[in-house]
C-alpha cells in the first residue's frame, strides 16, 4: 500500500515543494506493521521570485545589492587604506580612529545583512563576522607599512569597536523589522 502526502514547509499546508511519502509494508510479519517513512524535494513547479530565508524572503534583486555592496565597500576600504598616506597627514589625524570605527562598523553591518538575507543569523555567524572582519583589519594594519603608511594598534582596536558596533546595530536593526513586521 503506498500513500503520497504533500505538504509545504512553512504553513503545513498542501504544496508542491516537499514531498512525504509513507509506504505500510504488510509483507513483514511484525506487531505493529513497519511503517517506512520517505521525505522527498519536489521541485517548485513555479518560479519564485525570492530566496528563502526562514518565514521570510528576500527578492533576489535585494539579495544580489547586499552582495555587490559588501563586495564594493570591501574593496573600497582596501584601496583607501592601501594608497599612500596624504601630503599632509594631520588632515586626517583627528578623525583618523573615528574612520577606522565607522568603515568596520558598515562592513560588519553589510555583511550581517548580506548573510542573513539567505539564512537565519543565530550566534555562530555573529561570531564568524566579528572573527572575519576583525581578522581583516588585523591583516589591513600589518600590510599597510608595504605602502608607507604607519602600522597602529589603536586602529586594529578602533575596527575592532567598530565591528562590535556594527553587530550591535545590525541586531537593533533585525529585532526592530522583526517587531514591526509582526504587528501587520
Known amino acids: ?64 545589492a547586499l552582495w555587490l555592496g559588501v563586495v564594493i565597500y570591501w ?6 587604506s592601501h594608497t599612500p598616506p596624504p601630503l599632509d597627514p594631520r588632515t586626517v589625524a583627528p578623525y583618523d580612529k573615528l574612520i577606522h570605527f565607522s568603515a568596520f562598523a558598515g562592513l560588519s553591518f553589510l555583511l550581517l545583512a548580506a548573510i542573513s538575507s539567505s539564512r537565519k543569523a543565530p550566534r555562530r555567524i555573529l561570531v564568524f563576522v566579528a572573527v572575519v572582519v576583525i581578522g581583516y583589519g588585523a591583516l589591513d594594519e600589518l600590510t ?15 575596527d575592532s569597536v567598530g565591528v562590535l558596533a556594527g553587530i550591535t546595530s545590525f541586531l537593533i536593526v533585525r529585532a526592530f523589522m522583526l517587531r514591526r513586521g509582526a504587528a501587520r
Open 75 to 80: 574593496v573600497a576600504m582596501f584601496v583607501g
Open 144 to 158: 599597510q607599512p608595504l605602502v608607507g603608511r604607519t602600522r597602529d594598534d589603536y586602529d586594529l582596536a578602533a
Open 1 to 64: 500500500m503506498f500513500r503520497k502526502v504533500v505538504v509545504n514547509r512553512r504553513e503545513g499546508r498542501l504544496s508542491p515543494s516537499l514531498s512525504f511519502s509513507a509506504i505500510l509494508d504488510g509483507s513483514i510479519e511484525t506487531s505493529p506493521p513497519t511503517v517506512i517513512v520517505k521525505c522527498e524535494f519536489m521541485p517548485e513547479e513555479t518560479t519564485s521570485p525570492t530566496i528563502s530565508s526562514g518565514a521570510r524572503g528576500v527578492s533576489r534583486f535585494w539579495f544580489r
